[in-house]
Nanobody, 126 residues
Framework: QVQLVESGGGLVQTGGSLRLSCAASGRPFTSPTMGWFRQAPGREREFVAASNRFPSLTDYADSVKGRSTVSRDDAKNTVSLELSSLKPEDTAVYYC???????????????????WGQGTQVTVSS
């Protein structure tokens, strides 16, 4: 099976930045579509960003557009999410996810992804 492990979370100040990473291991696998989601206390899991392999495409939620960058390194089986100008409302557990089949058309939907990491906590202090 495929395992995804996130890292890079922590406590940051408002206006700061961080980079989250997601490493895949286990059965040889290259996901056609990978995504980042987050879930704040008392809130539903929401879409943050996605990256498609072929064709090469990226997309971002309006809440992070302009201050985020998602990138992937297929040789290392990793995907990263860089966030800047952090706000208290960015506080959440961030999850990376991978699809088994091309899922660009439904990239905003959590159900499109079959593999999920355990999440990494990001806390932005006001």
């Amino acid at each position: 099976q495929v395992q995804l492990v996130e890292s890079g979370g922590g406590l940051v100040q408002t206006g700061g930045s961080l980079r989250l990473s997601c490493a895949a291991s286990g059965r040889p696998f290259t996901s056609p579509t990978m995504g980042w989601f987050r879930q704040a206390p008392g809130r539903e899991r929401e879409f943050v960003a996605a990256s498609n392999r072929f064709p090469s495409l990226t997309d971002y939620a309006d809440s992070v557009k302009g201050r985020s960058t998602v990138s992937r390194d297929d040789a290392k089986n990793t995907v990263s999410l860089e966030l800047s100008s952090l706000k208290p409302e960015d506080t959440a557990v961030y999850y990376c996810a991978a699809s088994r089949v091309p899922s660009w058309g439904t990239r905003h939907t959590a159900g499109s992804y079959i593999y999920w990491g355990q999440g990494t906590q990001v806390t932005v202090s006001s």
